[in-house]
């Protein structure tokens, strides 16, 4: 099946620093591809998607000023979380959709703002 | 409203005991079904798509199936590696590939 990478896997940071997470579909090229986040104990909840050369689409509810999304390649979608605070600690996940509709997952990024 | 609903909401068996988790489904217009294996921490990984009615699919110990309104996801001889949280989503007619999730059953196998 496809892979799709994340980077970082893991990252610590102070209350109002900015934290980029780089999603990348490793053996494919993908025109599209989404972030969610998830919290303890609960399914996946959809935040944007992320289309290559284009704005992207943003759920309701979710500041897109707070969550910068860029795709840059058909490659590479990256997930800027801007001045973080405690509440956006959360495991964040990115996926790339194939032919046929399949999304393959990263393996997620755990953020902890302290 | 598109909705999908997850049963049970969590699932014991003993190792070699056979079982079924269902997924109930509304959705005006399907253009898939799908299901993941989530392991703790870790990213949901990919295991059916289903397109249509009476579609059925099969990798080792797990068979999934589709109707109209409902998938189900068969286990066989269930074991302990087996154990994760299986989700189930759907896509419906537009094109912009968002998946509508299910809340998840949660599999644990005993030896």
């Known amino acids: 099946g496809a892979v799709v990478s994340q980077h970082p896997s893991r990252v610590i940071c102070k209350s109002g620093t900015s934290v980029k997470i780089e999603c990348r579909s490793l053996?494919?090229?993908?025109?599209?591809m989404f972030w969610y986040r998830q919290f303890p104990k609960k399914s996946l909840m959809l935040m944007a998607t992320?289309?290559?050369?284009?704005?992207?689409?943003?759920e309701q509810g979710v500041e897109k000023d707070k969550f910068l999304i860029n795709h840059a390649s058909l490659t590479l979608s990256t997930l800027t979380v801007t001045s973080a605070h405690p509440e956006d600690s959360s495991f964040y996940i990115c996926?790339?959709?194939?032919?046929?509709?399949?999304?393959?997952f990263g393996p997620g990024t755990r953020l902890t703002v302290l | 409203e598109d909705q999908v609903t997850q049963s049970p909401e969590a699932l014991r068996l003993q190792e070699g005991e056979s079982s079924s988790l269902n997924c109930s489904y509304t959705?005006?217009?399907?253009?898939?079904l799908f299901w993941y294996r989530q392991d703790p921490g870790k990213g949901p990984e990919f295991l059916f798509t289903?397109?249509?009615a009476g579609e059925e699919k099969e990798k080792e110990r797990l068979k999934a199936t589709l109707t109209k309104k409902e998938s189900f996801l068969h286990i066989t001889a269930p074991k302990p590696e087996d154990s994760a949280t299986y989700l189930c989503?759907?896509?419906?007619?537009?094109?912009?590939?968002?998946?509508?999730f299910g809340q998840g059953t949660t599999l644990q196998v005993k030896p």
């Open positions: 996926s790339a959709r194939v032919e046929g509709d399949t999304q393959y």
């Open positions: 289903l397109y249509s």
């Open positions: 053996d494919f090229q993908a025109t599209t």
């Open positions: 992320s289309n290559e050369g284009s704005k992207a689409t943003y």
């Open positions: 989503a759907v896509q419906g007619p537009s094109n912009t590939g968002k998946l509508i």
């Open positions: 959705v005006s217009g399907l253009r898939g």
